[in-house]
């Protein structure tokens, strides 16, 4: 991929705007900074993560499942676009439920409950510590403010959430058999919600950022977002404390 990419750099030159598949190709790049590699979530999907920690954990990252359909109905409130809005809304039902599915925030609370926290805990947001409170709001405001294709573009951070669903799943029910299995939920459901808005959002993304400025803009703004996941674990880290 390297190769490919020098080549095409080169043939490209420094001002010119980037062919889809290198625009994607340095989206990608991108996951090195991806929360799949803090400490603190090495921690947690290596076995080594107490109890406390794994409560600390899903009581703080509650705090960022109920604002995902906060941002995504932002998102929709600045989309003019019916097409547009007629997927994406597809997000909020995911998470708030609808019909006979309780939704993902449902299945946060259940896997709340699975590591020994009470909802009344969790739903309180009594540990939510000021670090993951900040990250939180800084992505809501973002979507608030910015124009709707940017934030769709910041959602692209789940370019690489399905390996870290697929992780949790392989190593959890190993390493903290105390865990209810059907605590999991959450991640398996996300597995193939995830791809499904990924195809979604890159599509917008490699579409919309179309001159070599704009796609500089939109690594930018998925650095963004990826130091907001990545804050969220400094918080919990700093909390919580990190075993290596
Ligand atoms: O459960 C997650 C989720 O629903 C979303 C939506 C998406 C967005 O719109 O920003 N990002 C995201 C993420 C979820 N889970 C995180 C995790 O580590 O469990 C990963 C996170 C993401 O990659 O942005």
Redesign the pocket.
């Known amino acids: 991929m390297n190769a490919l990419l020098d080549t095409i750099r080169d043939a490209s030159g420094d001002t010119d705007a980037w062919p889809a598949d290198v625009f994607e190709a340095r989206l990608r790049e991108q996951g090195a900074a ?3 590699h803090h400490p603190f ?1 090495v921690m947690l999907n290596t076995g080594k993560a107490t109890p406390e920690q794994i409560r600390g954990w899903v009581a703080n ?1 509650y705090a ?2 109920l604002a ?1 359909p906060i ?2 109905a932002a998102v929709l409130s600045n989309c003019p676009d019916r097409e547009v809005r007629r997927e994406w809304i597809q ?1 909020i039902l ?2 708030d439920g609808h019909g006979d599915d309780p939704g ?1 925030i449902e299945a946060w609370l259940r896997l709340a409950e699975a590591t020994g926290l009470t909802r009344e805990e969790v739903t309180d947001q009594r540990h939510v510590v000021p670090g993951v409170r900040f990250a939180v709001d800084a ?1 809501i405001d973002f979507a608030r403010r910015r124009p709707w294709q940017e934030s769709v573009c ?2 692209l ?5 399905p390996a ?2 697929r992780q ?1 799943l392989a190593n959890w029910p190993e390493h903290y058999p105390w865990i209810a299995g059907d605590g999991l939920a ?2 398996r459901n ?1 597995v193939s ?2 791809r499904r ?1 990924v195809d979604h959002s890159l599509a917008i993304t490699l579409a919309h950022f179309r001159t070599r400025e704009a796609q500089q803009r939109a690594l930018d703004i998925l650095r963004f ?1 990826l130091d907001v ?1 990545w804050a969220m674990n400094d918080a919990m880290a700093n909390r919580y404390g990190v075993t290596t």
Do not use: C, V
């Open positions: 991806y929360h799949i979530n990252r960022y499942q995902i941002k995504d997000r995911d998470h993902g992505y910041a959602s951070t789940e370019l690489f959430a870290i669903h949790r959450y991640f996300r919600q995830a808005d977002k996941l």
